[in-house]
């Protein structure tokens, strides 16, 4: 095993976290990063044994929209504020997963700016994918439509060796490892370039890959990533829950299954592009879900707030994502004692899978289903196995037990 066979993340998006501001004027810098250090100790005691970071480079608006990917975000505060941040995660034993943009970068970029005004020639004019011959002068290939984020040019040499860099520099600076933001929107071909160029030099470095729809197995040989998130398992497990259709589930888990066999997916109920599991499927089902997320192979996280019931729709507009991505208090003092029920389930079932490390292979075996009762087994190549119970017939319920027979924890 390696140290991400015992891997489960905290997800936090820190813009949001620590009350930034998003769409307004920024104002001063400010070193709002250390208002994670704060809760770390929280993280720790979650179980968690590492923090999946969301955008902290210099961007526009939302993070995503990066102006510089080799400095921090004012907002968010400097260089010092980010060692500040390793140095304590790195004395509780706390991994670090950032998350990279490389598919794009905002339209303000002062590269693009300079490309896009001198043209062709200017150095940077090949990071970026710019249409010189369009009708009324040049214009930049955008994100999905999105006309404030300006595609990289992948082809590029010149951008293989600008994202290899940033990696590197990041790797160097202390942390372990990136999520690659849309990473299905760049050619596994780019990927696989940059990512061996990075892994020479880091070899104990992981690499997840945002990737939703497809062939996930094709993606990360082509791309030589390390994982992708697991959209279809999240799917599958919010949706049997809410339709008590566990045929959905299963159908899923035979897929996920396959998967395992040629690597290891990033598994979750929750992140900062969804809608809330507790307000999807309220607070029973939400713990339900969180009982397969802990139970089944894969490298799991726990999306900031999802410990503590909150609750988030997301919309399809401008500043339709910030219900998902509130603000957290000063220090875990200050939580409602509201989500203190759903915190313990978190902490038992998370300590559950540390103390069975074996689940991050382990493969399901369908024991019942019809619609709305699941049970399936949970197994090692070494012999070790668990069986899980749901039954979501009238108010959703979970049970786990032993190899023995023995109720190792319900929600009941």
Known sequence: MTWIDHAIWWHVYPLGFTGAPIREAHGAPSPRLRHLIDWLDYAVELGCSGMLLGPIFASETHGYDS??????????????????????????GLRILLDGVFSHVGAKHADVRAALAEGPGHPSAQLFDIDWEADGGPVPRVFEGHSSLVRFNHSSPATVRHVTHVLNHWLERGIDGWRLDAAYSVAPEFWAEVI??????????????????????????????????????WKAIWSSLDDRNFFELDWALQRHNGFLAHFIPQTFIGNHDVTRIASRIGNEAAVCALTLLMTLGGVPSIYYGDEQAFAGIKEDRLGGDDEIRPAFPGSPAELSPLGAHVLRAHQDLIGLRRRHPWL??????????DNTRYRYRV?????????????????????????????????R
């Open 67 to 92: 102006t510089d990917l080799l400095r921090i975000d004012p907002r968010l505060g400097d260089d010092a504020d980010f060692d500040a941040l390793v140095v304590a995660c790195k004395e509780r």
């Open 196 to 233: 061996p160029a990075a892994r020479n030099r880091h070899p104990d470095a992981w690499f997840l890959g945002e990737v939703l729809h497809g062939d996930y197995v094709d993606f990360v040989a082509r791309s030589r990533i390390d994982s992708v998130t697991q959209y279809e398992l």
């Open 360 to 369: 991050v292979r382990a493969r399901t075996t369908t024991l019942h289903l």
């Open 379 to 411: 197994s090692a190549d070494e012999g070790q196995h668990l069986e899980i119970e749901l039954d979501v017939n009238d108010s959703p319920q979970a049970w786990i037990r032993g190899s023995s027979g023995e109720t190792l924890w319900s929600t």
